[in-house]
């Protein structure tokens, strides 16, 4: 039987188990909710409908059953519901960088602590990067409803209620302030920061994805205003972070953002320059027509590096 040239997701990260097709017979099996929302599309191949965020959200609940074993999750309705094949991306990009620090071994188990800056409803990072490599997680968000929920994902799957923890940022203008003690070891901070910078930006971006996919529903993936934007956008977001993670520089091996528009990088380096960053690093992810980067960077020294212990 010849092999199927178009079956495999080569744009992933080798390591991304979602790099195949959906086994929809599959996932069907580990959440029967999902096959009524599958069905055959003109290319004679089983689909759902990306544009319906109840089909999204199953599947998303079939995925983590299937590959994660996380029997209990759900997210409230117009609450950010992350593809997770991207989510997964992030992730193991992130145990590269790490492993590049670590004579090129994975540092693995709980002892690797992740910050996860605006985890939302969803839990998707530290659900993906504590079944994959065994880390542990702090998550942050100003939305106490998001975290609520994450509350709830959490007891629901035994396995994650000694490894995430949660923490309200009650000062919203702030990242790493009250968040970061001085005592905390990070080994890397994670970021989905929000794109837009209003409301009505978010909106006509939503607006523009919906006609692309053809439909007038909702737009899949939701997503509640802190989610979706702030002020001064994707590059206010991450300047701010940038100035504030000058303050911590030995408490976390690598700050990390997601970057969606490439524009921006030219300020992002610049900024990183002026506070005096030591290493930085971009890696360039491409997740089928949607192209982003993950900055990260550290103060830490090249002695200081090598000193750092990943695993105690």
């Not at 910050?115 to 994959?132: A, E, F, Q, R």
């Not at 802190?226 to 994707?234: R, S």
């Not at 408490?251 to 290493?279: P, Q």
């Amino acid at each position: 039987m010849k092999p199927k040239t178009n079956s495999e997701k080569t744009n992933l990260h080798p390591r991304n188990q979602h790099r195949s097709r959906y086994d929809f017979e599959k996932l069907s099996v580990a959440f029967p909710e999902l096959q009524s929302f599958v069905f055959t599309n003109e290319h004679k191949s089983e689909t759902i409908d990306f544009s319906n965020p109840d089909a999204v959200k199953a599947l998303n609940k079939a995925i983590l059953i299937s590959d994660y074993g996380i029997a209990n999750w759900d997210i409230p309705q117009h609450y950010l519901c992350p593809p997770i094949p991207g989510r997964a991306d992030y992730i193991h990009y992130i145990a590269d960088l790490l492993a590049n620090s670590n004579n090129g071994i994975i540092p693995t188990g709980e002892t690797i602590c992740g910050l996860d800056i605006g985890i939302g409803s969803n839990c998707i990072y530290p659900i993906i990067g504590n079944s994959v490599y065994e880390w542990s997680f702090v998550g942050t968000d100003i939305d106490e409803n998001a975290l609520q929920n994450c509350k709830k994902i959490i007891a629901g799957n035994p396995k994650l209620i000694e490894v995430i923890s949660l923490q309200l940022q009650t000062e919203s203008r702030f990242i790493f302030k009250n968040i970061i003690l001085a005592e905390d070891r990070f080994a890397f901070t994670i970021c989905n920061p929000p794109f837009h910078s209003s409301q009505l930006e978010a909106n006509k971006a939503s607006e523009r994805k919906t006609t692309n996919l053809g439909t007038k529903k909702t737009l899949n993936f939701g997503g509640q205003n802190a989610e979706l934007w702030c002020n001064g956008g994707e590059i206010g977001f991450i300047t701010q972070m940038i100035y504030e993670s000058v303050k911590y520089p030995l408490n976390c091996f690598w700050f990390t953002t997601l970057v969606s528009k490439k524009d921006n990088l030219r300020t992002i380096y610049r900024t990183l320059n002026k506070v005096g960053a030591i290493e930085i690093k971009t890696i360039e992810m491409n997740q089928g027509q949607k192209i982003s980067r993950l900055v990260a960077w550290t103060f830490l020294s090249e002695k200081q590096q090598k000193e750092w212990k990943f695993s105690l």
